[in-house]
């Protein structure tokens, strides 16, 4: 058993021992968003910045739209994903991109690829979701490196979970077979990295299938990273 599934079991049989509403090191619900970096390549969903959170009671989902970005949100993501550059190990861009490098980002994935944002009623963006290349070769084409974030203080409201299954949803209509999502690991969680991001994955449909070590250094520490991945269709030979 690798180390990622032994943990995952060791804290699922943790939270059975729990009576109801007591504190384990993880919330109930599995939609806690992720992290990622285009740069780094990291793309992965992610606790809130710096926080090792009690378990606490399961929010009701709040009221959301969903719908595709557009260019004019870059101010209000760039906002969300700040804290997870200067806090965590989320992701491994050591600098918070401008507002005009976001626009660009949002404008390029657009090109090929979903990108969608959770907006409240008050039309504040809680969090987003988007697919990405998994690697510039025509015979990947049906595959997407996936990522999301979500707004700290929303990670037990249901948002990413919704986020995730609409991309899922988009994807699939759009024919790509393959997702993948690289996830920055440390054997023990700490204030930069806990473990919520791969264990919402997991609760998602996805499997770990890789384990790089010792490949990101950010804040004066080494981090691996685990790659995790879910099919979103059958995968068929073409007859020649």
């Given at each position: 058993?690798?180390?990622?599934?032994?943990?995952?079991?060791?804290y699922?049989?943790?939270?059975?021992?729990?009576?109801?509403?007591?504190?384990?090191?993880?919330?109930?619900?599995?939609?806690?968003?992720l992290?990622?970096?285009?740069?780094?390549?990291?793309?992965s969903?992610?606790?809130?910045?710096?926080?090792?959170?009690?378990?606490?009671?399961?929010?009701?989902?709040?009221?959301?739209?969903?719908r595709?970005?557009?260019?004019?949100?870059?101010?209000?993501i760039?906002?969300?994903?700040?804290?997870?550059?200067?806090?965590?190990a989320?992701?491994?861009?050591?600098?918070?991109p401008?507002?005009?490098?976001?626009?660009?980002?949002?404008?390029?994935?657009?090109e090929?690829?979903?990108?969608?944002?959770?907006?409240?009623?008050?039309?504040?963006?809680?969090?987003?979701?988007?697919?990405?290349?998994?690697?510039?070769?025509?015979?990947?084409?049906r595959?997407v490196?996936v990522?999301?974030?979500?707004?700290?203080?929303q990670?037990?409201?249901?948002?990413?979970?919704?986020?995730y299954?609409?991309?899922?949803e988009?994807?699939?209509?759009?024919?790509?077979?393959?997702?993948?999502?690289?996830i920055?690991?440390?054997?023990?969680?700490?204030?930069?990295?806990?473990?919520?991001?791969?264990?919402?994955?997991?609760?998602?449909?996805?499997?770990?299938?890789a384990?790089?070590?010792k490949?990101?250094?950010?804040?004066?520490?080494?981090?691996?990273?685990?790659?995790?991945?879910?099919?979103?269709?059958?995968?068929?030979d073409?007859n020649?």
């Open positions: 058993m690798d180390t990622f599934s032994r943990q995952f079991a060791d699922m049989e943790q939270s059975h021992k729990q009576p109801v509403g007591s504190p384990i090191d993880m919330p109930v619900d599995s939609s806690i968003p992290p990622s970096s285009t740069s780094a390549g990291l793309n969903l992610t606790l809130c910045p710096n926080s090792r959170k009690k378990m606490r009671s399961k929010r009701q989902p709040i009221p959301i739209t969903l595709s970005a557009t260019p004019a949100d870059a101010g209000q760039r906002e969300i994903y700040a804290p997870y550059v200067r806090e965590t989320i992701t491994f861009e050591y600098e918070v401008s507002v005009e490098e976001f626009t660009e980002r949002i404008e390029r994935t657009l090929h690829y979903p990108y969608i944002v959770a907006e409240s009623e008050e039309g504040n963006i809680l969090g987003y979701a988007y697919a990405g290349a998994y690697y510039g070769r025509a015979a990947y084409s595959s490196e990522s999301i974030y979500v707004q700290a203080g990670h037990d409201a249901g948002v990413g979970r919704r986020l299954e609409a991309l899922e988009e994807l699939r209509s759009r024919g790509f077979l393959n997702l993948t999502a690289c920055a690991w440390s054997d023990e969680p700490n204030r930069f990295l806990t473990h919520q991001s791969p264990i919402f994955h997991r609760h998602m449909g996805y499997e770990q299938c384990h790089f070590h490949i990101g250094f950010k804040f004066g520490r080494w981090f691996d990273i685990i790659w995790m991945e879910k099919m979103l269709g059958e995968h068929k073409e020649l």
